[in-house]
Structures are given as structure tokens and as C-alpha cells.
């Protein structure tokens, strides 16, 4: 049974630091293309960040220099590093697995987890 | 402002039914990129109702169905039931920014 559980959400001040991390199982975890997603209060979903199973990377434009995506595949595990943080970026952060293939979609999602960043 | 775009919001009472649309452009779903389709309650993981335009994974009712021309695509649902009140999106690639998009959503109410 394919599991992706998300955890290292929190209350965080604005300016500081947090890291995600997306425990994966049931699959191999290796050949396959993995985001985040967020969705803040009162808003859609937003695609946060991507990275292929060779381990290239792509950011929205809203975390493009303040996130960092990566994974290790020894461990299983997906990770977002979220630094500078915004009162905007409060939001609920799903990961996701993609199919393999260009253009497929994202199969199985976590639950997320919250971070919050306030003062 | 997503690359997709999603009516915001669309309603129906019960047993009626609704069309969700999704527009795009000829470097997403007109270049011939598949359109999948998502039901998400806040809070709950999303879930695929529709992948590859108009197919649906196990357990999907067939009162949910998808459907793709030119540069749009749009998912029908009949029959509509009071647990489809959620949001809804649609996500295609997109050859000029060489990643997935999603649509901005639509949230369905069931009146």
C-alpha cells in the first residue's frame, strides 16, 4: 500500500526557518517525480515545488530562492527546506507522487501538514 | 493567476448536474498533454477523479467523466449527491514552463 506521510509543521515566526519532510512507502520511491502542494486559508491549491526522480528541480515563483526541494532516496524521503518565511506562506503542505511518464498525474497524496507563520 | 483556468465557483442541487470546465492554451492541454481532474475537501488529502482525460481510477463512480477538446477540458457529474460538495482541479504539463499546472479550482456546492 503506497503511504506518503508528511511531517515538521508548525507555528514559525516570519523570517524564520522550517523543513519538511514526505516519509514515502509502498512504491519505489526512487523512479518517481514527487511535489508539494500548498493550500493557504481560503485559497486554492498551489503547485510549491517538483523534483523528477534524476533529481532536477522546479519552484513556483512565490518560493524561488527561499525553498529548497530534495530528496533522499536511501531514506525514502521528500523534503522541503522553507527558509524566510512569510505570513503568506502559512498554508496546509501536501506531498504528492507522481506517475511515471511525461505529463501523467500525481496518484497518491499525503495528508499534509500545517505551518503557520505568525509572530 | 494559474496557467489553467477554472470557473471559482459553480452549484447544483441534488440529482442535477454540472459541467466543470478548464482553459488552456496551445503550450498545455492544445499541444495534446493529458488533463487530469482532482476532488479535494480542505484538510483531506486530494484524491484523482480523472486521469488521462476521461479515465476514471477503481472506485470512482461513473457519474464522474472527463472530457478534452481543443485547448479545454471539462468534467461532468451527474447526478449530483451532497458529498460532492469539494473543490475540484484540473492539471495538465506545460511544454513552455516544462512542468506540471493546475487549474485555480472550483468550488462545487450542492444546494
Known amino acids: 500500500e503506497v503511504q506518503l506521510l508528511e511531517s515538521g509543521g508548525g507555528l514559525v515566526q516570519p523570517g524564520g526557518s522550517l523543513r519538511l519532510s514526505c516519509a514515502a512507502s509502498?512504491?519505489?520511491?526512487?523512479?518517481?517525480?514527487m511535489i508539494w502542494v500548498r493550500q493557504a486559508p481560503g485559497k486554492g491549491l498551489e503547485r510549491v515545488s517538483g523534483?523528477?526522480?534524476?533529481?532536477?528541480?522546479n519552484y513556483a515563483d512565490s518560493v524561488k530562492g527561499r525553498f529548497t526541494i530534495s530528496r533522499d532516496n536511501s531514506k525514502n524521503t521528500l523534503y522541503l527546506q522553507m527558509n524566510s518565511l512569510t505570513v503568506e506562506d502559512t498554508a496546509v503542505y501536501y506531498c504528492?507522487?507522481?506517475?511515471?511518464?511525461?505529463?501523467?498525474?500525481?496518484?497518491?497524496w499525503g495528508q499534509g501538514t500545517l505551518v503557520t507563520v505568525s509572530s | 493567476q494559474s496557467v489553467l483556468t477554472q470557473p471559482p465557483s459553480m452549484s447544483g442541487a441534488p440529482g442535477q448536474s454540472v459541467t466543470i470546465t478548464c482553459a488552456g492554451s496551445?503550450?498545455?492541454?492544445?499541444?495534446?498533454?493529458?488533463v487530469h481532474w482532482y476532488q479535494h475537501l480542505p484538510g483531506t488529502a486530494p484524491k484523482v477523479l480523472v486521469f488521462?482525460?476521461?479515465n476514471r481510477p477503481s472506485g470512482v463512480p461513473d457519474r464522474f467523466s472527463g472530457s478534452k477538446s481543443d485547448t479545454s477540458a471539462s468534467l461532468a457529474i451527474t447526478g449530483l449527491q451532497a458529498e460532492d460538495e469539494a473543490d475540484y482541479y484540473c492539471?495538465?504539463?506545460?511544454?513552455?514552463?516544462?512542468?506540471?499546472?493546475f487549474g485555480g479550482g472550483t468550488k462545487l456546492t450542492v444546494l
Open positions: 504528492a507522487k507522481k506517475v511515471e511518464g511525461k505529463g501523467k498525474h500525481f496518484d497518491y
Open positions: 509502498g512504491f519505489t520511491f526512487s523512479k518517481h517525480a
Open positions: 523534483i523528477g526522480s534524476a533529481g532536477t528541480t
Open positions: 496551445s503550450s498545455n492541454i492544445g499541444a495534446g498533454f493529458d
Open positions: 488521462a482525460n476521461n
Open positions: 492539471q495538465s504539463f506545460d511544454s513552455s514552463l516544462s512542468r506540471s499546472v
